[in-house]
Nanobody, 115 residues
Framework: VQLVESGGGLVQPGGSLRLSCAASGFTFSSYDMKWHRQAPGKEREWVARISTRGFTTNYADSVKGRFTISRDNVENTVYLQMNSLKPEDTAVYYC?????????WGQGTQVTVSS
C-alpha cells in the first residue's frame, strides 16, 4: 500500500496550491479519502473528506470556501485545491485512506505560506 503526496511548496499569502495524493496497493474506489494537516507544535487536524464516489465532501470550518477536495477513481488520485492561502495554513499535509477496517496514511508534503 502506498499513498504519495506531492504539490507542496512555498507560496505567498493569497496564493494557491494543488496537492495530489497517488494511491496504489488497495482498492482506492472503496475508501473515503481525507486530507489532514499538522502545523509545528500542534496536533494533526482533519481538513477535508470525500466519499468513495466523490458525491459527498466535507470541510473543516477553517478551510471551507477556500479548499476543494476531489478525486479521480480511474487515476487513483485524490486532490486538494487550496486557494486564498493564509500563513496559518502552513503545515505538513497528509492524505489518508479511510476504510471500514483499514486506514492508510501518506508521508506528507510541506506547505509553507509566507511572504
Amino acid at each position: 500500500v502506498q499513498l504519495v503526496e506531492s504539490g507542496g511548496g512555498l507560496v505567498q499569502p493569497g496564493g494557491s496550491l494543488r496537492l495530489s495524493c497517488a494511491a496504489s496497493g488497495f482498492t482506492f474506489s472503496s475508501y473515503d479519502m481525507k486530507w489532514h494537516r499538522q502545523a509545528p507544535g500542534k496536533e494533526r487536524e482533519w481538513v477535508a473528506r470525500i466519499s468513495t464516489r466523490g458525491f459527498t465532501t466535507n470541510y473543516a470550518d477553517s478551510v471551507k470556501g477556500r479548499f476543494t477536495i476531489s478525486r479521480d477513481n480511474v487515476e487513483n488520485t485524490v486532490y486538494l485545491q487550496m486557494n486564498s492561502l493564509k500563513p496559518e495554513d502552513t503545515a505538513v499535509y497528509y492524505c489518508n485512506a479511510w476504510g471500514e477496517k483499514n486506514h492508510y496514511w501518506g508521508q506528507g508534503t510541506q506547505v509553507t505560506v509566507s511572504s
